[in-house]
């Protein structure tokens, strides 16, 4: 039986509490809208190579890590990877970001800069940082950073989120060559990591593998899992890059993630003849073919347990119109890391921000995009122009309100009936407009009689999305 808990939000990313058998409604994915340039990386020591973003919530503040590194060497000869720095900004909004000078890391001669890590202490392929709030944890280490390190995943620690240790190796099982994701998870008391792995390798040549993603477990952060590949279900096996995956902040028993699809095709045709950047691809392939036959975009996906998940293989970013400057391989990474920041518009609700970088390759700084999406808006059940349905597997609620995150259309409606299993019925009012929290009222009796009782929900609907649903 399906308990949903005072205050627990359920969103309509998965089918965990839909009768799919008797719902007609449709999931659908939605994308997120390109806002602002939320930083620039045009410092000395950053370059075309700033990427792998990852952001913490830490006491008022938004702490941003990322790397800074130039793509190919000046000659156009080399794709450099010696020497990658780990650069910090700040923010309190989410909006406006700074890049504090720090005093840690010398860069030419001057510590005035905002690198925390450099080449003297390791050569950094990545670096993703989070805070520690099992309680357990000595405030010495309530910082920890993982990163690949040689053939290997070692943590770090820090007592400040700044100046980090390197400490033992989580494990050597895998290839890391991405940004690998460890976080505490408060909800299940354990500590969760997904990592970057291949599958389906031939021979030696481990480009001939396919990208996937793999987790490993911990009960104290020391003696981790054997990591296994993430399960799909029956979805199709193509290359994951990246994987982003956290809680969910409006509802952290979902496990959200924003996934990078490596697509690299295998030879030169006439549609690389017209797309954008045509002269630097070629340039890319005299390093290596997949610098300039591969480009990417990301996806969403979601899980319960943290293992199995659904993904939606409709991409939810895209590389976006031809510019000169995209359609590589390096589009659509985002941070890790949602912000809810306020609506551009006076009055309207909070929207939730991410965050994208682009330029990448292109000899010129990497910027960083700010963009934006409704509070639970990843997904919705949808109905079009004709009416649909849906139908709720049975659930216990406790709560006396009932509000959900609804958007219809002017002719749009949503109608919401509970019914118990010994016969009672609620029958909601109409409902239509746009609100991410509106109050859900029965004109025929108060939610509270149902409350604690085995219940099932439907909703008729059309021209409308319903997101979310929650009861206080």
Request: aromatic share 14%.
């Amino acid at each position: 039986m399906i308990k949903i808990s005072s205050n627990n939000r359920e969103c309509f990313f998965d089918d965990y509490l839909i009768d799919t058998k008797k719902t007609t409604a449709e999931f659908r994915i939605h994308r997120p809208i390109r806002r602002d340039i939320a930083l620039i990386h045009d410092a000395p020591w950053e370059g075309d190579g700033c990427d792998y973003h990852n952001i913490i919530y830490d006491n008022g503040i938004y702490r941003m890590y990322y790397l800074g590194w130039q793509m190919i060497s000046s000659d156009k000869k080399e794709h450099t990877t010696a020497g990658i720095r780990v650069c910090y900004a700040e923010s309190r909004d989410g909006l406006i970001w700074t890049k504090p000078a720090l005093g840690i890391c010398e860069w030419e001669g001057s510590r005035d800069n905002n690198i925390i890590l450099d080449k003297n202490t390791a050569n950094f392929d990545n670096f993703m940082v989070f805070r520690d709030d099992n309680p357990a944890v000595c405030g010495s280490q309530r910082y920890k950073g993982v990163a690949k390190i040689g053939g290997a995943l070692r943590i770090f620690t820090s007592p400040d989120g700044l100046r980090f240790t390197m400490g033992g190796i989580i494990t050597e099982k895998g290839y890391f060559d991405s940004l690998n994701v460890v976080f505490w998870d408060e909800t299940a008391g354990i500590y969760r990591g997904y990592i970057r792995g291949f599958h389906n390798i031939q021979g030696a040549d481990w480009n001939s593998g396919i990208r996937d993603i793999r987790y490993i477990c911990s009960a104290d952060g020391k003696r981790w899992s054997d990591p296994e590949p993430l399960d799909f279900g029956a979805a199709e096996d193509f290359p994951l890059y990246t994987n982003c995956v956290s809680p969910y902040v409006r509802a952290p028993q979902l496990y959200i993630g924003f996934p990078t699809r490596y697509v690299e095709r295998r030879e030169w045709n006439n549609s690389f003849e017209g797309l954008c950047g045509k002269e630097k691809r070629l340039e890319r392939m005299q390093l290596h073919p997949r610098y300039g036959l591969a480009v990417t975009d990301c996806v969403f996906m979601v899980s319960r347990n943290g293992i199995n998940f659904k993904r939606y293989d409709e991409a939810f970013i895209r590389p976006g119109p031809e510019n000169g400057m995209n359609w590589v391989y390096g589009d659509c990474y985002p941070a890790r890391g949602l912000i809810e920041t306020p609506s551009a518009v006076e009055g309207e609700a909070p929207e939730l921000s991410l965050y994208c970088f682009d330029n990448h390759w292109m000899g010129v700084p990497s910027r960083l995009w700010r963009y934006t999406i409704r509070r639970d808006g990843f997904v919705s059940l949808y109905a079009g122009s004709t009416e649909k349905t849906i139908t709720t597997k049975p659930f216990i609620f406790n709560g006396n309100e009932m509000r959900a995150n609804l958007s219809t259309s002017a002719r749009g409606y949503i109608y919401f009936t509970l019914r118990s299993v010994t016969g009672e019925t609620l029958e909601s009012v109409e409902y239509f407009g746009d609100s991410d929290d509106r109050q859900i009222i029965f004109d025929n009796g108060h939610l509270s009689k149902l409350s604690g009782k085995e219940v099932v929900m439907t909703v008729r609907m059309l021209d409308a999305d319903l997101y979310s649903i929650y009861f206080i």
